[in-house]
């Protein structure tokens, strides 16, 4: 298959089509972008992006744009969220670069879908708005769309980045829905007066509770994210409300002055609900025939590895990369599940081993502390998940 015959369909504008779009087009295939949305407009606040990440959007000439808008802490702090203590640290800035190769980096998703949309509109990809995915079906030369506002399409090669609730994977026979995973994400960001592009990414761990607070825009402003359980509400969709404050502390329960502090800066919070699947089983979850899944769409995760659209944008990369090699359409997507299903699994997998430690009570959350007082960054790091695809 030469990737540049090869007519390609991806669904969704989030950041994993984007990447997908962006990396596809470098290689010279043709690609058309499908949103239902009828604008490009993120929502959302901060995302974290490990080395693994970064170093993609470096090999993609986005460096400069990054460092305009990203900010680059150099440290992560784990604090206990009553008592206000370190438990423990992880150098990152010079350390990620030496280490790894490239940066540790924070930054609002808008500002990271911004940059990834300019790429790909510099690669002249058609993107088509307001189309939404409705009809998959699998043909002789590949994939027939259709669209609910009446588009058809034909492709050689459809990339569902149609997110958590993908449409997409029913072409894989994959019909079950996501899971609740019985935790809340309230979300908010706080302007800071004076520009802190390299605050740390701190981490305040107490009983079924955690807070993630670190610098974006450029350190114009802090992300806070506060994870609690819960129900999952009833009135979600309208969901956006300062009154619901008083929420998040009724289920922080106590927590210590310096947090507090950190929490009552947030002037709005936004709610969101976590689903995730069960880690991947087989390639065969990923891509199959013309039809290669990637980002949410394949393996939704708890964000507690901060790696969500990081594997998102691995996935493009080597979706992009797998094309590069000979054979047919199907080969090509049998190549990029077989590399990408195992390492997907194992975030999925350890950002859930994540969550239960970060909220652990009892004596594992005393082992916890031990562990990470006493082994610090040999516990907190992740190296083989920094280190990139192998
Ligand atoms: C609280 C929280 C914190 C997080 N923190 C991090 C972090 O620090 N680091 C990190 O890497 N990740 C993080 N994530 C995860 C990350 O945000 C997601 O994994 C990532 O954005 C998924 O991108 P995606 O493109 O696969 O899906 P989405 O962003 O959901 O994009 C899917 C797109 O497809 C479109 N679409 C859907 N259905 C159709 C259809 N039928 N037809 C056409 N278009 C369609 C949608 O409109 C959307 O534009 C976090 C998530 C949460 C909730």
């Given at each position: 298959m030469d990737i540049q015959a090869c007519e390609t369909v991806v669904a969704g504008g989030g950041i994993g089509g984007l990447a997908a779009a962006l990396a596809l087009s470098r290689q010279g295939a043709a690609v058309r972008l499908i949103e239902q949305a009828s604008a490009f407009a993120e929502v959302g606040a901060g995302i974290q992006i490990g080395p693994n990440v970064t170093r993609i959007l470096r090999a993609w000439g986005l460096e400069t744009d990054l460092r305009r808008v990203a900010a680059f802490p150099q440290v992560l702090l784990a604090r206990d969220a009553r008592s206000g203590r370190e438990l423990g640290r992880l150098p990152l800035g010079e350390r990620a670069e030496r280490l790894y190769g490239a940066p540790y980096a924070c930054i609002h998703r808008a500002d990271l879908h911004q940059l990834l949309l300019q790429a790909v509109q510099a690669q002249g990809v058609p993107l088509l708005l307001n189309q939404r995915l409705t009809d998959v079906d699998v043909c002789e030369t590949g994939v027939a769309l259709r669209t609910e506002q009446g588009l058809a399409l034909q492709a050689?090669?459809?990339?569902?980045?149609?997110?958590?609730?993908?449409?997409?994977r029913a072409a894989l026979g994959l019909h079950e829905p996501p899971r609740f995973s019985g935790h809340l994400a309230y979300r908010g960001l706080v302007p800071l007066?004076?520009?802190?592009?390299?605050a740390p990414v701190t981490v305040w761990m107490g009983e079924r509770l955690h807070v993630v607070h670190y610098p974006v825009q450029a350190g114009h402003a802090l992300n806070v994210v506060a994870i609690v359980h819960g129900q999952m509400p009833a009135d979600l969709q309208d969901w956006d409300h300062t009154a619901h404050t008083a929420h998040l502390f009724q289920a922080l329960g106590p927590i210590g002055r310096p947090l507090r502090q950190t929490l009552e800066a947030v002037p709005q919070w936004r709610l969101w609900a976590l689903n995730d699947r069960t880690p991947l089983t087989a390639a065969a979850q990923m891509g199959r025939g013309p039809v290669a899944l990637l980002g949410d769409a394949a393996h939704p995760m708890r964000p507690y590895l901060a790696q969500g659209a990081g594997m998102a944008i691995e996935d493009a990369q080597a979706l992009a990369q797998c094309g590069a090699?000979?054979?047919a359409v199907a080969e090509w997507v049998e190549r990029y599940a077989a590399l990408r299903w195992q390492r997907n699994a194992q975030v999925q997998a350890r950002a859930i081993r994540n969550g239960r430690i970060f909220h652990a009570q009892g004596p594992i959350r005393w082992g916890r502390n031990l562990a990470m007082g006493v082994l610090g960054a040999r516990v907190m790091d992740v190296p083989w998940l920094y280190a990139g695809m192998q």
């Open positions: 050689a090669l459809l990339v569902g980045a149609d997110g958590l609730w993908s449409h997409s007066q004076t520009p802190q592009p390299q090699g000979p054979g």
